[in-house]
């Protein structure tokens, strides 16, 4: 991108909020004990300094943009936001997900023909293979003898097939926008730019009586930092070409997406668990640039490739396999290895660009790039208090939060280059990372003797009440 054309917007802010939920009594009791909210210490000089010195969201005007909207308040150091109840902690796992249909009129007709497609290839397999039981032995010698005189011949006609698929594969290799790595796109953009359109007919049919009005400060607020960030990356093409449109939705999951064609969902539970507007700038700026990058196409691309070859295999299962029940356990590993080692991979992969250029992006727009990572902690934290399992990453589709957040602290130099080299205003105030952790050795020395974890979780773990500012 061209660091010479960027916004002078400031984001300078640096308001956190914590994940504690349970009923008002149990938090009172939580809270008279000594173990306070991760980010609530309002006796320590850091809070103090933070709290004073920071929260200006500077545009060209150098107004901050929660002047401008008065009656949203995002949450200060230590204040969490009073809407996150148990439920938004169990939708977190949906949040960083975007929308899970981006496909496209061509390669929908494709996602049709799928099954039609598998099942041909399993006919053909297992007709293949009760041919060979039909043959008498004397003609199944006769068969084995003449593939043995001809192997180099079958050799080759593999390996043409073989040529085939890479030459096919490097024939539609495309530079990612941006970032610059080969990726694979056999679907054309405008063909996904159509069923964006699709998609959005079926959010809007969904979601049609929860959409709040242009009024709305949520909604005022969610335009104006998608409007920042556009704005302060309109030198990138890819940026510029989309109309980006708002669309907030009164829904408590923590969720946010970006269709291919410029339409941006962003549900209300989101806006009750981000702590700040640096937060939330990052989160948009992420899922923008999933659009921007074009995922949707590239992963339906490289899916709609592995699959074609999958067929392959498919009949070579179902031929091969004695009987039917063995085949289908065959069938369900070779799913399962396409699966594990290339699909979520992958996923992650692309989860991992987005995060780099929308980090990219809420730095020109003057975000304070620090907050990325301490969101991901915070949801890590939210899930440990909740008390769900941690899976291993290679079970998922995105990166863990703890990698998330190490990947954006390896990142965020970079990006605090960048923010610099557009002449935003000096961050004010210590790192929010500095924080959340004094705060987590705060509130771990506080629990100390105090309450067994066990019960401390279960009066967390009731649903629907929200926590209480100090």
Known sequence: FDRGRCQRLDFSGNARNCFLTGNPDSHRKFLGKGLRCLLDVPNTEVYRNVHHGSGRFCSQSSQPLWEKIPSLHFSSVGQPPRHLSAWNIQSIRSFHRSSSLQAAPVPLFWIIVKPAQKLFAIILGRSIRNWWKALPPNKRELFKESARKNK????????????VFVMFYFTHLEETPITGRARLLVFGKEHFRELSQMEYDMWMEQFKGQMLPETDARYQVVERVVGHLSESNKDIPQVSALKWVIHVVDEP????????????????GLLDAVSDIHQLSFILGHEIAHAVLEHAAEKASLVHF???????????IWAICPRDSLAVVGQWIQSKLQEFMFDRPYSRTLEAEADKVGLQFAAKACVDVRASSVFWQQMELAESIQGQPKLPEWLSTHPSHENRAEHLDRLIPEALKIRESCNCPSLSGPDPRLIFRLNMKHLLESSKGREAPNSIKQDLSKPKLDFPHT
Request: overall charge neutral; glycine content about 10%.
């Open 152 to 163: 180099w011949k079958i050799l080759l006609g593999a390996s043409s097939l073989g040529v």
């Open 253 to 268: 999951g923590v969720n946010a997406f970006v269709l291919p064609n410029g339409q941006v969902f962003v549900f209300t």
């Open 306 to 316: 592995l699959d074609f070859l999958s067929l392959i295999f498919l009949t070579m």
